[in-house]
C-alpha cells in the first residue's frame, strides 16, 4: 500500500520546471508532500484533499485526483533551494490512520 | 522549544544492546508518530499515538521494539536487543489534533541509529 512515487530522480538548471508524480492502489482522502533536505527533517509543503484541489507553496503547485489515486507535484521555475528529496505521503479513505510516505524524489538543481 | 526535539541525535550501539530514543513533541500536540528511513528510503510508519493511547503500532516491525508516551506529550522509542538490520533514522512528527484529515505533520531531525 506504500505510494509509487516517479520519476526517482531529476536533475535541472535553474529556471527550469519539473513534475513529480505519486500513484496508489488504494483509494485516498488525501496526499500530503514533504521535501527532505539532506540530514534535516522533512517540511510540510501542501495537503490535497478529495476533489481535485489544487494547492500552491511559492511556485510550487499540486493536484489530486482521487479517481486515479495519483497526485503530481509541479515544480516551475525551480530554484537552488528547491533541491532535495520529495516524499508523498498518502491517507487512505479512513479516519485515524497514519500516512504512508512513497520512497521519495531525488531533486538536484544547479546554476 | 518551538519545534519537535529527537534525542539523541546520534546513537551508536553494539549488537545486543537495549536503546532508547527520546521526542518532545510541539507543547499542545494531541498526536505522535514514529517513522523509520532506512537510508535513501522514505520514512516508514511504526506507531502512532493520540494523547498517551497507542492507536495504532502495525508497523512495529518485531516484538523488539516498544513505544510508550505515559503522559501524553514526551514518547520514548526503546529498542531491544538491537540488530543491524535496526540502523536507521528515527524520525519523530506530531500533530495538533488526531490523525488524518488536514493535519500537516511537524517532523523533529530524527536520531541516527547506528548498529555495529
Known amino acids: 500500500q506504500q505510494p509509487v512515487q516517479s520519476p526517482q530522480a531529476v536533475i535541472l538548471r535553474e529556471g527550469e520546471d519539473a513534475v513529480i508524480n505519486c500513484s496508489s492502489s488504494?483509494?485516498?482522502?488525501?496526499v500530503h508532500w514533504y521535501r527532505q533536505k539532506h540530514g534535516e527533517a522533512p517540511v510540510f509543503l501542501m495537503i490535497?484533499?478529495?476533489?481535485?484541489e489544487q494547492k500552491g507553496h511559492e511556485k510550487i503547485s499540486a493536484s489530486f485526483n482521487e479517481k486515479k489515486q495519483q497526485s503530481s507535484l509541479y515544480l516551475t521555475a525551480s530554484q537552488l533551494s528547491y533541491s532535495g528529496t520529495y516524499f508523498c505521503?498518502?491517507?487512505?479513505?479512513?479516519?485515524?490512520?497514519?500516512?504512508?510516505f512513497g520512497k521519495g524524489t531525488t531533486l538536484s538543481v544547479s546554476s | 522549544g518551538a519545534g519537535v526535539s529527537q534525542s539523541p541525535r546520534y546513537k551508536v550501539a553494539k549488537r545486543g544492546q537495549d536503546v532508547a530514543l527520546r521526542c518532545d513533541p510541539i507543547?499542545?500536540?494531541?498526536?505522535l508518530f514514529w517513522y523509520q528511513q532506512a537510508l535513501g528510503q522514505g520514512p516508514e510508519f511504526l506507531t502512532y499515538?493520540?494523547?498517551?493511547?497507542?492507536?495504532?503500532k502495525s508497523g512495529l516491525p518485531s516484538d523488539r521494539f516498544f513505544a510508550e508516551r505515559p503522559e501524553g506529550s514526551v514518547s520514548t522509542l526503546k529498542i531491544q536487543r538491537t540488530q543491524q538490520e535496526d540502523s536507521a533514522v528515527y524520525l519523530c512528527?506530531?500533530?495538533?489534533?488526531?490523525?488524518?484529515?488536514?493535519?500537516?505533520?511537524?517532523f523533529g531531525s530524527g536520531t541516527q541509529l547506528s548498529v555495529l
Open positions: 490535497l484533499l478529495k476533489g481535485g
Open positions: 505521503g498518502t491517507e487512505r479513505a479512513r479516519a485515524g490512520t497514519a500516512l504512508i
Open positions: 488504494k483509494a485516498l482522502y488525501s
Open positions: 512528527a506530531s500533530s495538533l489534533r488526531g490523525a488524518g484529515r488536514n493535519e500537516k505533520l511537524f
Open positions: 507543547s499542545g500536540h494531541v498526536s
Open positions: 499515538f493520540q494523547n498517551e493511547a497507542q492507536l495504532d
